[in-house]
């Protein structure tokens, strides 16, 4: 993982997204806009979705926020990243239909978000040791809010302002590549060459537990 920051403003261009390596460490100051499941299925089951500029908002933050409203206006308690390979099924369709250059979530994504992303131009970014309360603190604005009544706080697509919002690490890149693709299979190779260093036998298993045990 390259461990000097690149400080990114958004929207990010496609040229730009296409430059990052994999693995980069990466910032992003703009606007960027959140979601989880029910963003998803609304946006490909129903064809709802916010009344947003993607091509000015166009970093997609999979999170579902703590917030707080104090006299008339909206605080962020804590903004911690939910897994992304959750939303796998539906994730290709939407950055296809909104041509999304950046994701932004927890862990990784699947073979069906790597095609998209690598057909628009988009990349995803994980998290690295943060926690929400950090990230929190690098939210300078809640510009608004989509669907508050309908979906509750969490499942609403709010809008946010960040800067220096991060550091994130290029996890899938806009070629079609994976780290922890390419990571897993580096494990493999090597895992041999590990098990007998520490003496275990080639036929080794697990014990395999089941339901009825």
Not at 160 to 175: H, I, K, L
Not at 194 to 200: E, R, T
Request: aromatic share 8%.
């Amino acid at each position: 993982m390259n461990e000097t920051i690149r400080h990114l403003g958004l929207p990010l261009s496609e040229a730009e997204a296409r430059a990052l390596p994999l693995g980069a460490l990466v910032t992003v100051t703009g606007l960027v806009f959140t979601g989880r499941s029910r963003f998803y299925i609304r946006a490909v089951e129903q064809g709802l979705l916010p009344p947003l500029d993607f091509q000015q908002i166009n970093a997609f933050f999979h999170v579902g926020p703590v917030m707080r409203k104090q006299d008339g206006d909206w605080h962020i308690v804590s903004i911690e990243p939910t897994s992304s390979i959750r939303f796998e099924r539906y994730s290709p369709e939407v950055i296809r239909r909104l041509g999304l250059r950046v994701l932004i979530g927890k862990t990784t994504m699947g073979v069906e978000t790597a095609k998209a992303l690598q057909e628009v131009g988009g990349v995803h970014l994980s998290k690295v040791g943060l926690c929400g309360n950090k990230l929190a603190t690098q939210v300078r604005k809640v510009c608004g809010h989509y669907f508050l009544e309908e979906l509750g706080v969490t499942e609403t697509t709010w809008v946010f302002e960040v800067e220096r919002f991060g550091p994130f690490f290029v996890d899938m890149d806009a070629q079609g590549n994976n780290y922890f693709t390419i990571l897993n299979a580096e494990v493999e190779k090597r895992r041999s060459l590990v098990d007998a260093k520490l003496g275990i036998p080639a036929n080794f298993s697990l014990t395999s537990v089941s339901a009825e045990s």
